[in-house]
């Protein structure tokens, strides 16, 4: 089977660093995809790892480790507006598979 | 990036019943996904559609709850029949863009079953 695990929740204040792991077990893999989505709206596309090391993307940085079957994403400069739930997805063949999510609340 | 819309944005349905979800797409893509998003949960994929070919079901989906038409390569439908309060939850439809190893969504169908 697939599973991929995250924290339910993070809180961080504004201007903080958070990070946010993502464990996976799965057959198939190609990459790790990182998905916003605030309360109401569709998921959006943030980042991509299809090899292991750190993507930069403005204030995201996603980290693949695929010997360790682990990820994280990294948002910097925390505002307001990133208060949103997070999404893990692994893309094996074909197809997406998302994680558990995990729900950032940023405070002022 | 693609542009996806989706009909119904809502609705309330009453069990028993089917309804039939529209997803259009601005640009001809070969796969469109049916994802479920039940409150504050994750978003688990029903099948995968493909144009020319049966849809693909993932484990706990059936085509008989769950029937989905692909008539072209910029449109698909989901149909959730036979209904029951089980059934509500948000259905999302998504492509795929290979090259950017991206995946866009619509906005989603909201479905109450009462």
């Known amino acids: 089977g697939q599973s991929l695990e995250q924290p339910s929740e993070v809180t961080a204040v504004e201007g903080a660093i958070v990070q946010i792991n993502c464990t996976y077990q799965?057959?198939?893999?190609?990459?790790l995809s990182w998905y916003q989505q605030h309360d109401g709206g569709a998921p959006t596309f943030l980042s991509y790892?299809?090899?292991?090391g750190l993507e930069e993307t403005g204030r995201f940085s996603s980290f693949l480790s695929r010997s360790d079957s682990y990820g994280y994403l990294l948002l910097q400069e925390l505002q307001m507006k990133d208060s949103a739930s997070y999404f893990c997805?692994?893309?094996?063949?074909?197809?997406?598979?998302f994680g558990t999510g995990t729900r950032l609340l940023v405070s002022p | 990036s693609a542009v996806i819309s989706q009909k119904p944005s809502r609705d309330i349905c009453q069990r028993g019943t089917s309804l039939t979800i529209q997803c259009q797409v601005d640009?001809?893509?070969?796969?469109m996904f049916w994802y479920r998003q039940q409150p504050g949960q994750s978003l688990t994929l029903i099948a995968t559609?493909?144009?020319?070919?049966?849809?693909?079901?993932e484990s706990g989906f059936v085509i008989d709850k769950f029937p989905i038409s692909r008539p072209n390569l910029t449109f698909s439908t989901l149909t959730v029949s036979n209904m029951s309060p089980e059934d509500s939850s948000i259905y999302l439809c998504?492509?795929?863009?290979?090259?950017?190893?991206?995946?866009?969504f619509g906005p989603g169908t909201r479905l109450t079953v009462t």
């Open positions: 998504s492509v795929v863009d290979r090259g950017r190893d991206e995946q866009y």
């Open positions: 799965t057959s198939g893999f190609y990459g």
């Open positions: 790892n299809g090899l292991d």
């Open positions: 997805a692994v893309a094996g063949f074909q197809k997406l598979v």
């Open positions: 640009s001809q893509v070969t796969m």
């Open positions: 559609a493909n144009q020319g070919s049966e849809a693909t079901y």
